[in-house]
């Protein structure tokens, strides 16, 4: 009851792209963050990880980290490699993403937004396996999530809405009034498609498609501001 009373108190607020003035002001219950590239910059692991891997496979991925970043292991693996043993190699890029997990740092922005949130109204959605995820987390200096779902919880991951549906069963909460922070179109596609109000993150531009997924797409998380009334 303490924590569906303190959901309905908060609220989330987006300042418009592109206006200084313009603000934007949604109900908010909680909030689900995706891991890599909004809450973690993983970018350099996953490319060290890709590139060790293609020379153990010889396994041709050059231009695929979006690709890869956006989806789970093994959806990546069956799709560039359906000719090789899917559980071993997922097990390979696992562990060498692991490995290099030592080294994250957070998003600009990210670690400062993500304390906005009360612990019990917020959960990290993510392709990602759980041993990698906690592994960055912690490396970046994020405090665990109550709710975590990862590649490991989920039969089909994003843009499947199971990973958002699985945290909202989790946590007992109920669409639209979720907020998801997203920087891909499959993620933003699974956030939408489980019903929640998706705010889309693209600091560079680069994410072409994003804003017909999203509800609204910044361009820094400082755009973004959640606060619940005590």
Partial sequence: MEQNQRALNGSCRVRIPRSDEAMFIHPCTAVFFDMDGVLVDSSTQIAQALAAWSLWTGVDVE??????????????????????????????????????????????????LYAQV?????????????????????????????????????????????PYQKALDSMSLVAPSVVAVEDSIKGATSAKKAGLFVIGYDPDGGSHGLEEVADLVVASLGDITFHWRT
Avoid: W
């Fill in 63 to 112: 231009g695929m980290q979006a690709e890869f970043q956006s989806m789970t292991d093994y959806d990546f693996v069956r799709l560039v490699a359906p000719h090789l043993d899917t559980e071993l190699q997922v097990r390979q890029i696992q562990e060498r993403e692991e490995l290099l997990a030592n080294n994250s740092r957070g998003v600009p922005g990210a670690k400062k």
């Fill in 118 to 162: 009360p612990g019990d109204l917020r959960a990290v959605v993510t392709n990602g396996c759980r041993s990698v995820a906690c592994a960055r987390l912690r490396s970046a200096g994020f405090k665990d999530p109550d709710v975590l779902i990862t590649s490991d919880d989920v039969r089909r991951g994003k843009p499947d809405p199971e």
